[in-house]
């Protein structure tokens, strides 16, 4: 049951974290910011804010 629990929790902050780099992309679009991102770039940025939102839900 741990590796179901613990794959749950590393899609859930996968998820958390695609949304939260969109969001953050999509509002500096709107203040007039054009921030593109290679493929190297995004992965790294998603893995790190997974890690973040990760640490985040721990209780």
Same mark, same amino acid.
């Given at each position: ?6 794959? !749950? ?8 974290? !695609? ?18 991102? !290679? ?21």
């Amino acid at each position: 049951m741990n590796y179901v629990n613990g794959l !749950t929790k590393l899609l859930v902050s996968l998820v958390i974290s !695609t949304i939260i780099i969109y969001s953050i992309n999509i509002i500096a679009g709107f203040a007039g910011a054009d921030y593109s991102f !290679t493929n190297g770039e995004a992965f790294i940025i998603w893995i790190l804010m997974a890690i973040l939102v990760n640490n985040c839900l721990k209780k």
